[in-house]
């Protein structure tokens, strides 16, 4: 394969810890061919690891100005990993059409299905673990069953209505489940969450990441999605692409051989790359 690329990376304009300049050179060093610089974002609201509303015109900007500089050296596409919050913010052109972007990545951090009337805020699903502990308990009555239902729901409710690129971190729930162990991944009701949740992203043509940054954040030593979840990708025939999911530069391409091998044992033949219309797929 000639090809390698990072289409979901994080810089100082979110919880970054370098500039997208940085990030860009970093790139070129790894040997990629391309880059898309991705800000965490749920316009019009923000958190503390959020792109701030009024700073979106200069994020874009110095993403742009980066895509112009290194023009020819690498290809370098400036957008967004967009929050999905039923009824508050989506990644969807709806939402983020105004602000022109060339990539959308969709994900799920936050989760209210089925605790929509709880007090205080929804189940932080990517938060450090007591944080995810408590969420579980506030939320859901402790009943983490419901909790890890209730995500899955929500990760196909925004695959089958909006309109995005690349599908970020599928099962990032089990970032905290090797501490927690507030689910068995070999339960039955689990693996049947994981195939109704395939069928509605092969009916949304979305392609999916293999994201290693988990094991970059040292949060656990695999990709996601887990090899389960990946063969069953691969049956249903959904493209996969492969991003580091990157916070600095030190982790541009962590563990790609691991994610190249995970893609290959779940039956992939190839990998998917952005060409700004639609995707190209590359032998593996």
């Known amino acids: 394969m000639d090809s390698k690329a990072s289409y979901h990376v994080h810089t100082v304009f979110c919880d970054g810890k370098n500039s997208p300049e940085e990030m860009v050179l970093a790139a070129i060093d790894a040997g990629m061919s391309a880059i898309a610089l991705t800000a965490h974002a749920a316009w019009p ?21 980066v895509k112009a500089a290194y023009s020819g050296r690498i290809e370098v596409w400036c957008g967004f990993e967009a929050d999905y919050i039923a009824g508050l913010t989506a990644p969807d052109p709806s939402t983020y059409g105004r602000f022109d972007p060339e990539f959308l990545v969709g994900s799920v951090h936050y989760v209210t299905e089925g605790s929509r009337d709880v007090a205080g805020p929804p189940w932080s699903i990517d938060a450090p673990t ?6 579980i308990e506030r939320c859901y009555g402790g009943n983490a069953k419901r909790a890890v239902g209730a995500y899955w729901a929500t990760v196909r409710e925004m695959v089958s209505s909006c309109a995005f690129d690349v599908l970020g971190h599928l099962d990032v729930l089990r970032k905290r489940n090797g501490e927690l162990s507030f689910f068995d991944e070999e339960s039955g009701w689990y693996k049947g969450e994981l195939r109704e ?28 999605p887990s090899a389960y979840l990946l063969g069953l990708l691969a049956r249903a025939g959904v493209p996969v692409t492969v991003s580091s999911d990157a916070h600095a530069v030190g982790d541009i391409d962590c563990a790609y051989d691991r994610a190249y091998r995970a893609a290959r044992e779940a039956g992939y033949g190839s990998l998917s790359f952005f060409t700004g219309n639609g995707w190209r797929q590359e032998a593996l």
């Open 130 to 135: 007591a944080e995810v502990a408590e969420g």
């Open 197 to 224: 949740t395939v069928r509605a992203i092969a009916r949304s043509g979305i392609v999916v990441e293999i994201n290693t940054g988990g094991i970059a954040r040292k949060a656990l030593d695999d990709v996601y």
């Open 45 to 65: 609201f923000a958190t503390e690891w959020h792109l701030a509303p009024a700073r979106y015109g200069d994020y874009l900007a110095e993403a742009r100005r």
